[in-house]
């Protein structure tokens, strides 16, 4: 057992309200050069919807993301002896698109990003009429009509041209695709995304310089800019689009998950300016010698493998373990007292985004409850609890009335396994009905004792769960570890070279494992 540390992330989905304004402090402190115009690290996206750049969860067009040749997945049942490949190419494959990658996003996938020509409010000569600033591309100057931008299909999701393409309806049926445009179900939820800080990272295998790597001491990706060869096959190779290349530099640039905040006790800006409090981060523990097994499970696996890879800090054996790596006992308590490994592996309620690409991203999602379907019926009259002799259960249950399929759902959260959405859900319900039942009374016991049971937990931890939730306080979302980076670097200084990068992208050094 190889026990390293991971820097992890949740998002609460069922919080978040849109308002981008963890985009615009990304914005405002990381991507304000030039050539980082288009880039946005963290973006907000409308789901249903095609996201950004546009369609990047397709991969048939991207070819981002790992994969098994579903022979191997049929004949071989043991994952350690699977073969995980890139999609994007084999090795050799590599040298003949180097000059000529054809899978990255064009243009078009992102925007051409503009500003406006505000000199002319001031310059223009007198007239009858009132000035304007027109549109001006940041890349050739010139005047320009505005086709799209970063977040064009901003609550658009029950459009039929942004929503009706995104690539999770193809696992619906066409009747809930049916349903999904009908006026009274018209729905749609906000799904923030930044660089997921992959165990597996897929821009670390695809580059050929070896410039992208993930720090020993807390796992997070960066992109070395010395080595930086602009052959952007990290930006074809990772699935979620990530990597950006900056094109007045000629280097490749991504989200560092704020490291230089980290490091001095901080939470990253997005997280800090996030005005739904939906961020929570945290450290995790894992067992690095199990990467290559749990990346190469099978599709129904792949949620529950990368649960197991994560390591319980409390855990005597797993300590001793973490001790022989050289992490320290105060980044041990900082594991012991994250959130994130509440969410994920304790109360088993957050869930990867796109587990099928096999990375084992480390940001993870609460899936978000949506509202109840709430239609007339045949009588004229709006269906409710009080239409339902049964109780409160239709009222109470987004399961079996969500207006999102369930499938669509497990498309974005858990490669196609409906259980494990549905048992996140059954949880989530429980703690709806148990504190409807304690704040309001109307519910009645038994009913509180069958969410109880469906959602396979006890008063104790929904009251767990909902303290997090609700009323977490800031200590309480950001445990963030105390880095001891001054330590990293006196250790890691020397060893900046291609042969001492270990593995799956670590740099370590022989006297001591980060």
């Not at 609460?12 to 914005?27: E, F, Q, V, W, Y």
């Not at 992102?110 to 223009?124: G, M, V």
């Not at 669509?408 to 996140?424: C, D, H, Q």
Request: aromatic share 10%.
């Amino acid at each position: 057992m190889d026990v390293r540390s991971q820097v992890s992330m949740v998002f609460h989905l069922d919080k978040c309200i849109g308002c981008h304004t963890c985009s615009i402090a990304c914005k405002n402190i990381w991507t304000d050069r030039k050539g980082t115009e288009y880039m946005w690290w963290n973006n907000v996206e409308t789901k249903p919807g095609t996201g950004y750049p546009t369609l990047w969860e397709d991969q048939d067009k991207y070819k981002g993301g790992w994969f098994i040749d579903e022979k191997e997945l049929l004949n071989e049942p043991d994952p350690k002896k699977r073969k995980l490949k890139l999609k994007l190419q084999k090795r050799w494959g590599a040298l003949g698109n180097i000059f000529a990658n054809p899978n990255l996003p064009t243009l078009d996938d992102y925007y051409e990003p503009w500003t406006y020509d505000y000199e002319n409010l001031f310059t223009a000569a007198q007239g009858d009429d009132q000035p304007t600033a027109r549109a001006i591309s940041l890349i050739t100057g010139k005047p320009m009509e505005i086709e799209a931008g970063p977040n064009w299909d901003d609550d658009l999701g029950g459009s039929p041209i942004y929503a009706a393409n995104d690539p999770n309806l193809e696992n619906i049926t066409e009747e809930e695709k049916q349903q999904l445009t009908e006026i009274e179900r018209v729905v749609f939820f906000y799904l923030p995304r930044i660089c997921n800080h992959c165990l597996n990272p897929a821009c670390v295998g695809a580059c050929p310089a070896g410039a992208i790597y993930k720090r020993g001491e807390d796992g997070i990706v960066l992109i070395s800019q010395d080595k930086c060869r602009a052959w952007r096959m990290c930006i074809s190779g990772c699935p979620y689009k990530k990597t950006y290349f900056n094109w007045a530099s000629g280097k490749s640039e991504k989200c560092i998950l704020c490291y230089p905040r980290l490091e001095s006790g901080q939470p990253p800006a997005c997280f800090h300016s996030c005005v739904g409090r939906i961020r929570y981060l945290g450290l995790l523990f894992y067992d690095a010698d199990r990467i290559q097994e749990v990346a190469s499970a099978s599709p129904e696996d792949l949620v529950e493998a990368q649960r197991s890879i994560i390591l319980d800090p409390n855990d005597p054996e797993v300590i001793t373990g973490a001790r022989q790596s050289g992490i320290s006992d105060t980044m041990i308590e900082a594991a012991q007292n994250s959130p994130v490994y509440k969410f994920v592996k304790l109360w088993k309620l957050a869930l990867p985004l796109h587990a099928e690409f096999r990375t084992l991203p480390m940001l993870f999602y609460v899936p978000p409850m949506l509202p109840i379907l709430a239609k007339v019926n045949e009588n004229g009259k709006y269906d409710s609890a009080r239409d339902f002799p049964e109780g409160l259960a239709p009222l109470m249950s987004s399961l079996e009335r969500n207006r999102v399929p369930i499938a669509y759902l497990a498309s974005l959260f858990s490669a196609g396994n409906e259980p494990i959405v549905e048992a996140v859900y059954r949880k989530l319900i429980a703690v709806r009905v148990v504190k409807r039942s304690q704040r309001v009374g109307d519910v009645p016991d038994t009913e509180v004792q069958e969410a109880l049971d469906s959602g396979a937990t006890t008063t104790e931890e929904v009251e767990a769960i909902f303290r997090l939730t609700s009323l977490p306080t800031y200590e309480e979302r950001f445990v963030i570890p105390p880095m001891a980076r001054e330590v990293a670097i006196d250790e890691t200084r020397g060893v900046y070279d291609h042969k001492a990068s270990a593995g799956f992208g670590f740099r370590k050094t022989p006297e001591r494992k980060l």
